[in-house]
Each structure stands twice: as C-alpha cells, then as structure tokens.
C-alpha cells in the first residue's frame, strides 16, 4: 500500500496521539518501571523523540543540502514492504543504536517527554506540508538499520516505529496484568 502526503500525515498524527494517550494513562510507576528488563514507557519516549528530531530535521534542510545522501533511482517502497523489511531486521538481532539510546527516566520527566514528542510531530507535519509528492521519492536518508532510505519510507518508518513501540508498551502491560492475576489466584 502506498501512502500519499496526506495518508502519510494522518498515519504520523494518529501513531503518536495515541502514542501519548497510553503515556498518559500509566501511573508514575509504570511510566518509569523497565518491565522484564525492557525500556520503561518514559525509555520508549525518549527513544521516539531522539529517533524522530533527525528526520523532522532533515524534512526542514533546503534540498540541495539532501543531495548528499544521494537521489533514489527506484521508486519507494510501500508501506508494506517497509515494515516487513524493518521487521526481518529486527528478526535477524538488530538493536538500536547507541545513538537512540534512552537514558535513565524519572516520573517528573513525563510531562516534558510528552511535549517534546509533540513537537517533533508538529515539525513533522509542518515540514512534510512543504514537499512534493515527488521529492517524498526522490530524496534520501541514512537509516541505522535499513541504509539509505527514501523520505516517504523515512515517514513510513517513523509511524510505524511509534506503532512497534506503542504494541510493546501494550503488550508489557497485558504481561503485567496476567500476573498479577496468576498471583491473586495463588494467594486466594
């Protein structure tokens, strides 16, 4: 499936408002527990704001500067195609980089997480409302795990990023409540 400038604007709103919204609803403890030894929900944050300030970046760089990286002789990738890829990547070990590595989070971080992630999703809509549907397949960047990418799979990637770690974020919190149940059940 191939997304146009507008799908692609309503996919990265959607994927980080709700993003937020499950943020919101954690109690201090659980913004800031590394649940199993996994990134806490203020980690995850973190780690979505550091990934989304370069491309927001990039999107606002006159395109000459972009032509370092190099024009796309192919078209992009569908959607698709772009979170299969991603997924075998991660299939095959693949881990963030240091790069976009959170660091220690404190519950008092969470408001200031919040609209920090906000605003990187503001500079990306904004940013997008200037290219063309062509350039979107023309221009180039370097992902850390997929190589040079398009910006349109670029935007791809990053609303489906915030979905990949919004499912973990659920999934934790399913784990977490199973076991309390098991627990409850063993003690009564």
Request: aromatic share 12%; glycine share 4%; proline share 5%.
């Amino acid at each position: 499936m191939y997304l146009n400038q507008h799908e692609i604007h309503s996919q990265i709103n959607s994927s980080f408002d709700h993003f937020v919204d499950f943020v919101q609803t954690l109690p201090d403890q659980r913004f800031t527990a590394t649940p199993y030894g996994k990134w806490s929900a203020g980690q995850q944050l973190q780690h979505l704001i550091k990934s989304s300030r370069p491309v927001a970046t990039a999107m606002g760089y006159p395109k000459i500067l972009l032509r370092y990286f190099g024009a796309s002789r192919q078209p992009s990738r569908s959607y698709s195609t772009l979170v299969e890829d991603y997924r075998q990547v991660l299939a095959h070990g693949a881990k963030s980089t240091l790069t976009y590595l959170p660091g220690v989070i404190y519950s008092a971080q969470r408001p200031v997480l919040i609209q920090a992630f906000l605003k990187q999703k503001e500079r990306l809509l904004e940013n997008l409302g200037k290219w063309s549907e062509s350039d979107l397949d023309k221009y180039r960047l370097p992902h850390p795990l997929l190589g040079k990418i398009t910006m349109r799979e670029m935007l791809y990637f990053t609303a489906y990023h915030t979905e990949h770690h919004l499912e973990q974020l659920k999934f934790h919190e399913l784990q977490r409540h199973n076991w309390e149940n098991q627990l409850q059940q063993l003690i009564f």
